[in-house]
């Protein structure tokens, strides 16, 4: 027997397919011949988390890459070959890195919870932890899972910057711009995290901004997020080298 719920998705299908070629005469025989996505969304696997019903875009608007808990790994050559299709054949002029609050695979890292084989995905979520764990430690116990929520897009806003592919493209002058973005499941809004990259501006500047903004939110919840400046004893955690490019503090 048919599953009933999985007929009603296609029985969904036809009435959306209907529906748009009414709206929208050619809509489909006009995707059909190309894709011009000026975005690329690179988010969390989470059902709540949809880019396109987020950001009203249609399809062939965005280039999507989902995992669990938004992480771009040096060698994931998935998450690498979609953000190079993306700049280089598709000439994306943005790429969003999209975390989002009462994420999952970021609770499971904080808390150190046993998922199974994604623990070793989610380790990656750890070493941001533990980069950041003097601020963590220091936040009320509720607000670190949305703290390290930010983190996580901050440190992979920077692995997007140093990849080869962002690198190249940067140096042969194209334009593309790296977004930290924050999602809110209880509101549905979504927080621009103010850590763009565009190549012209040294990342470890953006960073640390970024890095002490997010520090100064979640210590005084409720207050403005202007950057206020911090010690640099303070701050020493989150020092990174002058060449820009952020190297995991020595164990
Ligand atoms: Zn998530």
Known sequence: MPDDTLDDLFAHNRAWSAQMERDRPGFFTSLVKQQTPKYMWIGCSDSRVPANQITGLDPGEVFVHRNVANIVVHSDLNALSAIQFAVDMLKVEHIMVVGHYGCGGVKAALDGIRVGLADNWIRHIQDVRDRHHVMLESLPEEVRADALC??????????????????????????????????????????????????SKPLDA??????????YKWSTPGESTTIVPRPRSEASVDELPSDGIPKRPAP
Do not use: C, P
């Open 206 to 215: 953006i960073y640390k901004a970024a890095v002490q903004r997010i520090r």
């Open 150 to 199: 930010e983190l996580n897009v901050a440190e992979q806003v920077v692995n997007v910057a140093v990849s080869t592919v962002m690198v190249d493209a940067w140096s042969r002058g194209q334009k593309v711009t790296i977004h930290g973005w924050a999602f809110g499941v209880h509101d549905g809004l979504l927080q621009d995290l103010q850590m763009s990259m565009d190549g």
